[in-house]
């Protein structure tokens, strides 16, 4: 009996672990490219930023900008004043 419930207790633990895993691959996968600024601003109205703490260069914006490395990373062509927000509105 002893040895049924280590051995589904081991078996548990491994697809756990093993299910974690897969999700966090999948998170990762679905950090989305955009074509332009115009499809980028449909969805994030003030662009996305790199992190919290960057400043505009340009002039005044409207919106605040949307906060994600991996985003950014993802759109970083869209960046032309290079100040670290993509798109900003």
Known sequence: MKKVVLLTLSLLLVFGFSY?????????????????????????????AR???????????KYKPFVSKKLYDANK?????KDLIACER
Do not use: P, Q, W
């Open 20 to 48: 974690g895993s897969m999700e966090h691959a999948d998170a990762a996968a679905k950090v989305k490219t955009f074509k332009n600024c115009k499809e980028l601003n449909k969805v994030y109205k003030g662009g996305i």
């Open 51 to 61: 992190n919290s703490k960057v400043k505009n260069k340009g002039g005044k914006t």
């Open 77 to 81: 062509k869209r960046d032309r004043d």
